[in-house]
């Protein structure tokens, strides 16, 4: 069974750093196949996608947000870590991980998200 | 690139079918998703490649869709649909989605 659980601070002050972790169990991230992204959530309104990362290291971000944001892995725990520098109050959001899963044709390969994460909610306030 | 939703709001009853449009600003070669999401839940796939239902998801589910136009029809609505739906593009980077389509009781 895939899982995905995300973990860190609820509270976070204007100007911080936010560190989320990503947990993950029942699939393997040596494969092509696999990748994690990382999904947020300000509250009623849409979802809107931060970060990805592969296997190989290979790493992919939101343009408007791409100069705060990190996006790493540590295979021999299961786990994804994204940081987002300068936090500000319209950050507040839930964060989710998600596994995205791939199918490669033609020397290309594309990533949906198939499992998700339940989410944690983060706060930027004073 | 954008995605726009519409309707953005539908009221429906249980029993009727239900269509949601997501419109592209480009071409994305089918490279689209569509979720589902219940108030204080985390967003379910439904959806990929345009019209491939994930392993789990009742057949009244489905997607249709080229070039830039893609529709999720609900096929008689049932109790557990209400809910927020959002369609996602993974064709290109950074990955987008539309800004959803909430599916109330009427």
């Known amino acids: 069974q895939v899982t995905l659980r995300e973990s860190g601070p609820a509270l976070v002050k204007p100007t911080q750093t936010l560190t989320l972790t990503c947990t993950f169990s029942?699939?393997?991230?040596?494969?092509?196949?696999?990748?994690v992204s990382w999904v947020r959530q300000p509250p009623g309104k849409a979802l809107e996608w931060l970060a990805l990362i592969g296997w190989d290291d290979d790493k992919k971000y939101n343009t408007s947000l791409k100069t705060r944001l990190t996006i790493s892995k540590d295979t021999s725990k299961n786990q994804v870590v994204l940081t987002m520098t300068n936090i500000d109050p319209v950050d507040t959001a839930t964060y989710y991980c998600?596994?995205?899963?791939?199918?490669?044709?033609?020397?290309?390969?594309?990533?949906?998200?198939?499992?998700w994460g339940k989410g944690t909610m983060v706060t930027v306030s004073s | 690139i954008w995605l726009t939703q519409s309707p953005s709001l539908v009221s429906a009853s249980t029993g009727d079918r239900v269509i949601i449009t997501c419109r592209l600003s480009?071409?994305?070669?089918?490279?689209l998703a569509w979720y589902q999401q219940k108030p204080g839940k985390a967003p379910e796939l439904l959806i990929y490649?345009?019209?491939s239902l994930q392993r789990g998801v009742p057949s009244r589910f489905s997607g249709s869709g080229s070039g830039t136009d893609f529709t999720l029809t609900i096929s008689g609505l049932q109790s557990e649909d209400f809910a927020t739906y959002y369609c996602?593009?993974?064709?290109?980077?950074?990955?987008?989605f539309g800004q959803g389509t909430k599916v109330e009781i009427k």
């Open positions: 996602q593009q993974y064709y290109n980077f950074p990955w987008t």
């Open positions: 480009q071409v994305i070669n089918g490279y």
């Open positions: 029942g699939f393997s991230f040596s494969s092509t196949a696999m990748r």
């Open positions: 998600a596994r995205a899963l791939g199918y490669c044709g033609g020397g290309n390969c594309y990533h949906y998200m198939d499992v």
């Open positions: 490649a345009t019209s």
